[in-house]
């Protein structure tokens, strides 16, 4: 059974009935979201071993969190079975520890936390209301933090405020995605010439890492053309396998990634570049007119990029936004953990970039 089914049932059969009888009357919103593998459907056996098992997060009002969750934490410890349906409720601390703040609440005796939304707002994206968000605070949020928020799944929902905050953020406002669209298009343009180069002057490893730096990039604007939150590093594949685009831009992935010479290399990331743009082109957003061929005079095969890049910034109708520098978001201009995970700096560098 995966995490989010263990978790569902656990929420019916040991939560719900007891909440029922401890606090009868107390509104609240019952789901799993946050982090784990499980979120997205893609945990096994390994995953197992940490943060894993019957785990339920329940969202107070704060006045209500205030006088009834960390009461509620330590009552369900006297009454909490040892395990659920073969699996022990006690909390696997690497590397997420229990729930502990002014508004959250959990203990290592089991998975059973107490949460306020606004709390919850504040950890994964340092807001506290989703009302009026600004085109750069958006820009500062981590994809895979977006993901792993509105991923999961909701158990119960008593006023429909958690389900309302999960569909305000399920994808980036149309002109953000349109501003994110050209600055991977910048990132392809900057280094699809060197694939050849590199290879050229007898460096084929450094031809290859450069090629398996671009094939990331492709792989992250697929889920871009198919308004998707990519996971972090380790679930990126898996989940760009599920994307209807990957069946077109496997192979040629694969030519480029196992080509034993910087040419076939090349020709095989230019033809993935052409499946975006035809992608893009069938969406009618940011249409450009694609064409493959040599870098300039040196026989390195590419794409016209910067003509999709023009194309994106133009369609782009927030002039606050078209105005900014094809820099990127968050996840486009860092892959590094501690900033994709700390929302508070990812927001303060985003804000310094590009205000």
């Given amino acids: 059974m995966q995490g989010i ?3 569902r049932r656990f929420y019916a059969d040991v939560v719900r009935p007891w909440l029922a009888q401890t606090a009868p009357e107390l509104a609240h919103s019952a789901a799993l979201i946050g982090y784990g593998s499980e979120l997205l459907g893609l945990d096994d056996e390994v995953s197992r071993d940490h943060n894993w098992g ?11 969190f205030n006088d009834h ?15 659920y349906l073969g699996e022990p409720i006690g909390w696997r601390s690497r590397p997420h520890p229990p729930a502990d703040g002014p508004e959250a609440a959990g203990t290592i005796e089991h998975g059973l936390e107490f949460h306020t939304l606004e709390a919850k707002l504040e950890e994964h994206f340092a807001v506290r ?23 999961g799944a909701i158990f119960r929902d008593d006023d429909g405020r958690l389900q309302n905050a999960r569909e305000r953020l399920a994808y980036f406002p149309h002109d953000v995605w349109l501003y994110k669209i050209a600055c991977q298009w910048r990132r392809i343009a900057e280094e699809q010439a060197f694939v ?14 450069i090629a398996s730096r671009l094939i990331r990039d492709v792989m ?5 053309l198919e308004r998707r939150y990519a996971p972090y590093a380790k679930w990126l594949g898996s989940a760009f396998a599920k994307l209807s685009i990957s069946d077109r ?25 052409l499946e975006l743009a035809h992608r893009q082109n069938a969406l009618q957003i940011a249409s450009f007119k694609p064409v493959v061929g040599p870098y300039h005079n040196r026989p390195f095969t590419t794409i016209n990029a910067d003509d999709a890049i023009a194309g994106a910034v133009a369609a782009i109708t927030d002039p606050q936004l078209r105005k900014l520098p094809v820099i990127g978001s968050l996840d486009q201009v860092s892959d590094l953990t501690p900033l994709l995970e700390n929302a508070s700096f990812s927001q303060r560098l985003m804000h310094q970039l590009l205000s």
Avoid at 55 to 63: G, K, M, Q, T
């Fill in 69 to 83: 969750a960390r009461r509620l934490v330590g009552e369900f410890t006297k009454v909490a079975p040892d395990s």
């Fill in 5 to 7: 089914e263990l978790s």
């Fill in 54 to 64: 019957p785990r339920v997060h329940i969202f107070l009002s704060i006045e209500k």
């Fill in 220 to 224: 992250r604007m697929g889920f871009l």
């Fill in 196 to 209: 050849g180069r590199a290879g050229q002057v007898g460096d084929d490893l450094g031809s290859r890492v």
């Fill in 129 to 151: 209301s989703i009302e009026n968000l600004t085109s750069v605070q958006w820009l500062g949020f981590a994809e895979q933090k977006l993901l792993a928020f509105t991923a």
């Fill in 249 to 273: 831009l496997m192979p040629h992935l694969e030519r480029a990634i196992l080509a034993s010479e910087w040419k076939g290399r090349g020709d095989a990331l230019a033809s993935v570049y």
